[in-house]
């Protein structure tokens, strides 16, 4: 069973970087024919696709956010992180980390995790 | 980006009603899009991916039609349990896009 955890710190103050972790267990994320990937979503508001990484191929970011974001990749510790630098306000978020199988939508969604930016 | 267009925005109907959501995008995404359900605190579930392909053990009482352009989600006899917000997702492009979410709510 794939099971995808976040982790990270709840509160960034403004101007500084968020950092966050999406552990995997259950599967590689080496795998290839599926992605993973970042979506926030502010309190009382619609999900955001932030960006997600193809393994063996590009990693694909939000246009609105690409200027400040960067995923990474742990192969080692099967996990991949999350960085957004200068955040602000609106960047008040749960972020959740997901798994999407090629030509499906997100199957596999980690329980999401709130950060605050104050 | 594909922008993604949810209409209504908030319905309510009683249970046993067949229910409607349509999502509208920007430009052709042929069918390369999924639907979600979202319950308060919770994660975002996938119910329907391809436009019309029911994810494995999601209730056939949900269903997805369309291409191009235009899409709907229906839910054939409404039940309590289906009180959520539904998002429409287009993954034809690389830029991922979510409508803005059509809450449904029980008379």
């Known amino acids: 069973q794939v099971h995808l955890q976040e982790s990270g710190p709840g509160l960034v103050e403004p101007s500084e970087t968020l950092s966050l972790t999406c552990t995997v267990s259950?599967?590689?994320?080496?795998?290839?024919?599926?992605?993973w990937g970042w979506i926030r979503q502010p309190p009382g508001r619609k999900l955001e696709w932030v960006g997600s990484?193809?393994?063996?191929?590009?990693?694909y970011y939000n246009l609105s956010l690409t200027s400040r974001v960067a995923i990474s990749v742990d192969t080692s510790k099967n996990d991949f992180s999350l960085r957004l630098n200068f955040v602000t306000a609106a960047d008040t978020a749960v972020y959740y980390c997901?798994?999407?199988?090629?030509?499906?939508?997100?199957?596999?969604w980690g329980q999401g995790t709130l950060v605050t930016v104050s | 980006d594909i922008q993604m267009t949810q209409s209504p925005s908030t319905l309510s109907a009683s249970v046993g009603d067949r229910v409607t959501i349509t999502c509208r995008a920007s430009?052709?995404?042929?069918?390369?899009l999924a639907w979600y359900q979202q319950k308060p605190g919770k994660a975002p579930n996938l119910l329907v991916y391809?436009?019309?392909t029911l994810e494995s053990g999601v209730p056939p009482r949900f269903s997805g039609s369309g291409s191009g352009t235009e899409f709907t989600l229906t839910i054939s006899s409404l039940r309590p349990d289906d009180s959520a917000i539904y998002y429409c997702?287009?993954?034809?492009?690389?830029?991922?896009?979510f409508g803005q979410g059509t809450k449904v709510e029980i008379k």
């Open positions: 430009q052709s995404i042929s069918s390369w």
């Open positions: 391809k436009a019309s």
């Open positions: 997901a798994r999407r199988l090629d030509y499906r939508g997100f199957d596999i």
């Open positions: 997702q287009q993954y034809d492009s690389y830029s991922l896009t």
């Open positions: 990484f193809h393994p063996g191929g590009n990693t």
């Open positions: 259950g599967a590689s994320i080496n795998n290839r024919g599926c992605s």
